[in-house]
């Protein structure tokens, strides 16, 4: 099993920075992709931003220029750098992983979600 572990998130005004963080650990052999989902009050979950083993980067065209996803392969940690945020960005921000582990083969492991809340 992987277990994500999120944190970072908070109430911050409109054109603030937020920087959230998802570790993972557990019974790792491998990760591949790693990312952020969003999910706002009465919509869907949306993804935000992923990145590969190999560093290769996707975003939401919402978020684009905005926000920064990276991530530190030796401490299996993903962050979210989220800049310029504006009050449509509010929402539980998820953590995903797509692990391989010793014990239970390869699943796509979730987070307990952090929530932002863009406001004044």
């Known amino acids: 099993q992987v277990q994500l572990v999120e944190s970072g998130g908070g109430l911050v005004q409109p054109g603030g920075s937020l920087r959230l963080s998802c570790a993972a650990s557990?019974?790792?052999?491998?990760?591949?992709?790693m990312g952020w989902y969003r999910q706002a009050p009465g919509k869907q979950r949306e993804l935000v931003a992923v990145?590969?083993?190999?560093?290769?980067?996707n975003y939401a065209d919402s978020v684009k220029g905005r926000f920064t996803i990276s991530r530190d392969t030796v401490k299996n940690t993903v962050y979210l750098q989220m800049n310029s945020l504006k009050p449509e960005d509010t929402a539980i921000y998820y953590c995903s992983a797509d692990g391989l582990t010793y014990s239970s083969g390869r699943n796509l492991y979730w987070g307990q979600g952090t929530q932002v809340t863009v406001s004044i």
């Open positions: 557990g019974s790792i052999f491998t990760l591949y992709a």
């Open positions: 990145v590969t083993s190999g560093g290769s980067t």
